[in-house]
């Protein structure tokens, strides 16, 4: 599977639990939605993705990648009692980093 460098950066952090590197695959002013919920910029990014690493333990396992659309489904296997549940994360990338991005099943 041929990912862009910034998703297999992505997948790296997330699965190493590194908050704060993990923030740092996206722009200083992007937004993430997951769970009917939306975070923009870093802070409330780092704050998001450490809040899942501490209370669900997840990692990601991609599966496939629709490159014109940008979309990477993934395996994400955790404490949490779906697990595990196959997810569709939906990326805009912009000059290398991630602009948006919006977590489905």
């Known amino acids: 599977m041929n990912l862009p460098k910034i998703i297999e950066e992505f997948i790296k952090t997330k699965n190493s639990f590194n908050s704060a590197a993990f923030a740092l695959c996206f722009k200083e002013s992007a937004v993430v939605f997951d769970e009917g919920k939306m975070h923009t ?3 409330e990014i780092e704050q ?3 809040h899942s690493n501490k209370q669900h333990q997840d990692t990601l396992e991609p599966l496939d990648y629709d490159e014109q659309k940008e ?3 993934a395996n994400v296997t955790g404490s949490f009692p779906q697990s595990p549940i196959v997810l569709k994360f939906h990326f805009a990338i912009s000059d290398g980093k ?3 991005l919006k977590v489905t099943e």
């Open 41 to 43: 910029g870093w802070k």
């Open 48 to 50: 998001w993705i450490d």
């Open 71 to 73: 979309i990477l489904s």
């Open 98 to 100: 991630i602009q948006t």
